[in-house]
């Protein structure tokens, strides 16, 4: 800018040639292209791992959410994207929701599901599945939904209709009788299967490579953005 501010002066001539030589290549730095930035809505909300504590994301490398198979629906459409993370029996079970949006508004998350996970309607095969609502408050806009599969020892409280907060306990991982609704040999092998949805558009998942350690603060997706399609990386 400041080579094209002196070219506006009378005797400059030979100044202004020779800064477009030196500018050229700074300016075509400048225009290459970028990649395109992930289209998010006005608000979004986070997704955290479903269980307190410490927990490993695709621990076997068999799920990744770019191709894991997704089995619920909600509002009519097969669920956005799912994975595996896997903790030991015994561990507790939590909403996957944040509390605020990225607007910083509060969000209010209610169960709006709650049955066995497995087809056969038997808790022995796979526990519950328990679906749950994110509903932005500054808005009153419902941005998602999430399904928790794969639970156990649910609390009589957490049934349709019940809020629940981010620490709410919704039951414990548990190991299950081995079927075709839950493939598990040992307690290494328990996890929390998590299905994620937005109400518009589609949601994106954080990826992530097989085996990761995640924390209760660590962020595995979103909800409220405007993805393309589904099964998609934000």
């Not at 994620?196 to 085996?211: D, F, L, M, Q």
């Amino acid at each position: 800018m400041r080579l094209l501010a002196a070219a506006r002066h009378v005797f400059a001539t030979a100044l202004l040639a020779s800064a477009s030589l030196l500018a050229a290549p700074t300016a075509h730095a400048q225009e290459a292209p970028q990649p395109p930035a992930r289209p998010l809505a006005a608000a979004t909300v986070s997704v955290y791992p479903p269980i307190q504590g410490a927990s490993v994301w695709n621990r076997f490398g068999q799920t990744p959410p770019s191709s894991h198979h997704r089995v619920f629906s909600n509002w009519g459409y097969l669920n956005d994207w799912s994975v595996d993370i896997y903790q030991n029996p015994g561990a507790t079970v939590v909403s996957p929701f944040g509390s605020k949006t990225s607007a910083g508004g509060p969000v209010t998350v209610r169960v709006v599901t709650v049955t066995p996970g497995c087809a056969t309607g038997n808790l022995a095969d796979g526990g519950w599945r328990i679906g749950l609502e994110a509903r932005d408050d500054s808005t009153g806009t419902v941005v998602g939904r999430a399904d928790v599969m794969h639970v156990d020892q649910k609390p009589g409280s957490i049934a349709v209709g019940a809020t629940v907060g981010p620490w709410t306990r919704l039951g414990q991982t548990g190991r299950f009788r081995y079927s075709s609704c839950y493939q598990v040999n040992g307690d290494t092998g328990a996890h929390i299967h998590l299905e994620v949805i937005n109400r518009t558009k589609y949601s994106c998942y954080i990826a992530r490579s097989a085996g990761a350690g995640l924390g209760d603060e660590t962020v595995i997706g979103r909800v409220g953005t405007l993805n393309s399609g589904p099964q998609q990386a934000c």
